[in-house]
């Protein structure tokens, strides 16, 4: 600098080592650093809430299932309807109409 507080002339810099050097492109990096943390953390808790609430909805429907075919009491080929109509109306109440589609 000269004694009046003006810069000399200008030295000549890298403008790579510059911005890697600068605060706003730290910032930046460190920002998008700290969204995929946050990102890949929010997957995973989503994962799991889904997986668990997967799980326990399938042994609902497997309690329930058995209830009912443990109250039937099959007599011949009319026992052997009444479990097709007990299995049908899971695969509908769980499926859907896609099921019905699909069977069609």
Do not use: C, H
Request: zero cysteines.
């Amino acid at each position: 600098m000269s004694q009046l507080g003006f810069p000399r002339e200008r030295e000549k810099r890298d403008p790579k080592t510059t911005i890697y050097r600068s605060l706003g492109f730290k910032l930046i990096i460190a920002s998008m650093v700290l969204a995929l943390i946050t990102i890949g953390l929010g997957g995973v808790v989503v994962y799991k809430v889904s997986e668990d609430a997967i799980k326990v909805d399938t042994q609902r429907t497997a309690r329930q299932l058995a209830l009912e075919v443990a109250t039937l009491r099959p007599v011949g080929a009319s026992g052997t309807q009444l479990l097709m109509d007990l299995l049908t109306s899971q695969k509908v109440e769980m499926f859907g109409a896609a099921w019905i589609m699909d069977k069609n």
